[in-house]
């Protein structure tokens, strides 16, 4: 059975592949992207929990990324447009379903990273902070 962080992590993954981009968790940056742009989630960091007792609690603010890219000539628009899909995604709901408390985007920071022999990239992280309570930090 999955832990509660695996089941928010793939809740959020699943969320980000109905967008328009692609959607892959923990992979490697290919040299290439899709005119809709590439997502990458990583599992981030869950931090140090606070804890309630008595029945025991961790309540964890998990510090996932979005690493947000495209590529070619309207890198401006695409990533704009890419940014806001993802805003628009985590506003529809969220819960995630009902599995975390709130997810909350922050803003990304932009950089352009070249690419030998083809366009740049326009790529940031965007953390998403994850507020989720679970009875065992490893469950």
């Known amino acids: 059975m999955p832990t509660t962080r695996e089941t928010i992590l793939s809740a959020l993954h699943t969320r980000l592949s109905a967008l328009p981009a692609t959607a892959l968790r923990g992979d490697v940056l290919p040299e290439r992207v899709q005119a809709d742009g590439l997502l990458i989630l990583r599992d981030g960091e869950p931090g140090e929990p606070e804890m309630t007792l008595s029945p025991l609690r961790h309540h964890y603010q998990h510090r996932a990324e979005i690493e947000a890219v495209v590529q070619g000539?309207?890198?401006?628009?695409?990533?704009?447009?890419?940014?806001?899909?993802?805003g628009t995604a985590l506003a529809a709901d969220r819960t995630l379903g009902g599995l975390c408390d709130w997810a909350e985007a922050e803003a990304?920071?932009?950089?352009?990273?070249?690419?030998?022999?083809?366009?740049?990239?326009?790529?940031?992280?965007?953390?998403v902070v994850l507020h989720y309570t679970t009875t065992d930090p490893l469950g």
Do not use: M, N
Request: proline content about 12%.
């Open 73 to 86: 000539t309207e890198r401006d628009t695409a990533f704009d447009t890419l940014c806001a899909s993802i």
């Open 108 to 127: 990304p920071r932009p950089v352009d990273l070249p690419v030998e022999g083809a366009a740049s990239f326009k790529a940031a992280v965007i953390p």
